[in-house]
C-alpha cells in the first residue's frame, strides 16, 4: 500500500442533502483509510474516522455539503487540520466562484488537493519512513507540517509496510527462479530418459543399470525439493497477501 496520500477520484458521486450521508462513498472510496496520512482504519483500531471538509467549513460553509470538498480522515489527521486555510495575505478571498488568483493551486503555503493534484509530484518518501517535499514544495511542507505526517505513528507503519513489499518482491524473484529450476530439471530428466530408454536399459550391465537407477533418484529428489522450494515460497506469499488483505479491510468500530 502506498504510504504517500494517494489522488483521489470521486465518480458517480450521490447527490445528499447531508455531509454526513456520504461516509459510506467516501470510505469505500478511499479504501478505508484515512486521504491525508493513508492509515487504514484496521490499523487505527477503535479510532472513528471523520468526514474532513477539505475547505473548512468556517470559512466556506457554501460548500458544506459538497461531496468534492470532503476527505475521509483519520480523528488525528482531522483534529491537526481543523480550520488551517490559505493565508488572507496570500490572496485567498474564501470564495471560489469569485476567486480570479487560483492561489489554491500555487506554490505557497497550503495543503495539497489530493483530488485535484497528484501528491507524489510533492512528496517523497526517504528510506527511514520519513516524508519530504520535493524541491522546496511550499504545499508539501505546509502539508506535511500541519497533519504532522511524519509523526512517530506514522513512520514506524510505513517502515512496516515498506519491509512487508520487500519481503513480498524478495519472495516473487525467488518464487521465478523456484519456477525456472523445476522446469530446467524437468528438462534435464527428459533428456536423460531419452538417452537411457528401456531398451537400452536392458543391454547395459547391472553396474550401469545401478547408475541409471541412482541417476533417476537424484533426479526426482531434485524435482522433489525444488517443489517443496515453490510450495513453501508460495505459502509465504498468500501469508503477507492475507496480511495485506485484513490492513486494508474496514473496521467496524471506525463507523460508530
Same mark, same amino acid.
Given at each position: 500500500?502506498?504510504?504517500?496520500?494517494?489522488?483521489?477520484?470521486?465518480n458517480?458521486v450521490?447527490?445528499?442533502?447531508?455531509?454526513?450521508?456520504?461516509?459510506?462513498?467516501?470510505r469505500?472510496?478511499?479504501?478505508?483509510?484515512?486521504?491525508?496520512?493513508?492509515?487504514?482504519?484496521?490499523?487505527?483500531p477503535?479510532?472513528?474516522?471523520?468526514? #474532513?471538509?477539505?475547505?473548512?467549513?468556517?470559512?466556506?460553509?457554501?460548500?458544506?455539503t459538497?461531496?468534492?470538498?470532503?476527505?475521509y480522515s483519520?480523528?488525528?489527521?482531522n483534529?491537526?487540520?481543523r480550520d488551517?486555510?490559505?493565508s488572507k495575505?496570500?490572496?485567498?478571498?474564501?470564495n471560489?466562484?469569485?476567486?480570479q488568483t487560483?492561489?489554491?493551486?500555487? #506554490?505557497?503555503?497550503?495543503?495539497?488537493?489530493?483530488?485535484?493534484?497528484?501528491?507524489?509530484?510533492?512528496i517523497k518518501?526517504?528510506g527511514g519512513?520519513?516524508?519530504?517535499?520535493?524541491?522546496?514544495?511550499k504545499?508539501?511542507?505546509?502539508?506535511i507540517k500541519?497533519?504532522?505526517?511524519n509523526?512517530d505513528?506514522?513512520?514506524?507503519l510505513?517502515?512496516v509496510?515498506?519491509?512487508?513489499?520487500?519481503w513480498k518482491?524478495d519472495?516473487?524473484?525467488?518464487?521465478i527462479?523456484?519456477k525456472?529450476?523445476?522446469?530446467?530439471?524437468?528438462?534435464q530428466? #527428459?533428456?536423460?530418459n531419452?538417452?537411457?530408454?528401456?531398451?537400452?536399459?536392458?543391454?547395459?550391465?547391472k553396474?550401469?543399470q545401478?547408475l541409471?537407477k541412482v541417476?533417476?533418484i537424484?533426479?526426482?529428489?531434485?524435482?522433489?525439493q525444488?517443489?517443496?522450494?515453490? #510450495?513453501?515460497?508460495?505459502?509465504?506469499?498468500n501469508?503477507?497477501?492475507?496480511?495485506?488483505?485484513?490492513?486494508l479491510?474496514?473496521?467496524?468500530s471506525a463507523?460508530?
Amino acid at each position: 500500500m502506498n504510504s504517500i496520500m494517494k489522488k483521489l477520484e470521486y465518480n458517480n458521486v450521490p447527490n445528499e442533502n447531508s455531509y454526513e450521508k456520504y461516509r459510506e462513498y467516501l470510505r469505500i472510496n478511499s479504501d478505508y483509510s484515512c486521504a491525508y496520512c493513508t492509515i487504514t482504519e484496521s490499523e487505527s483500531p477503535g479510532g472513528t474516522f471523520n468526514l #474532513d471538509h477539505f475547505r473548512p467549513k468556517k470559512y466556506f460553509p457554501q460548500l458544506k455539503t459538497n461531496c468534492f470538498n470532503l476527505r475521509y480522515s483519520c480523528p488525528r489527521c482531522n483534529s491537526y487540520k481543523r480550520d488551517h486555510w490559505i493565508s488572507k495575505d496570500v490572496g485567498c478571498i474564501n470564495n471560489c466562484e469569485e476567486c480570479q488568483t487560483n492561489v489554491c493551486t500555487k #506554490d505557497v503555503f497550503r495543503f495539497i488537493d489530493c483530488l485535484l493534484e497528484e501528491p507524489s509530484d510533492f512528496i517523497k518518501l526517504d528510506g527511514g519512513g520519513k516524508l519530504k517535499a520535493i524541491n522546496g514544495s511550499k504545499p508539501a511542507e505546509y502539508t506535511i507540517k500541519y497533519l504532522r505526517l511524519n509523526r512517530d505513528q506514522l513512520m514506524k507503519l510505513r517502515n512496516v509496510r515498506r519491509f512487508l513489499e520487500l519481503w513480498k518482491q524478495d519472495l516473487l524473484q525467488m518464487l521465478i527462479k523456484s519456477k525456472d529450476q523445476i522446469i530446467n530439471i524437468e528438462l534435464q530428466l #527428459d533428456e536423460f530418459n531419452a538417452i537411457h530408454t528401456q531398451d537400452n536399459y536392458v543391454e547395459y550391465k547391472k553396474e550401469d543399470q545401478l547408475l541409471v537407477k541412482v541417476a533417476r533418484i537424484q533426479f526426482d529428489m531434485l524435482l522433489l525439493q525444488a517443489r517443496h522450494s515453490k #510450495d513453501f515460497i508460495e505459502a509465504e506469499l498468500n501469508r503477507i497477501e492475507y496480511i495485506s488483505n485484513k490492513r486494508l479491510s474496514s473496521d467496524s468500530s471506525a463507523i460508530e
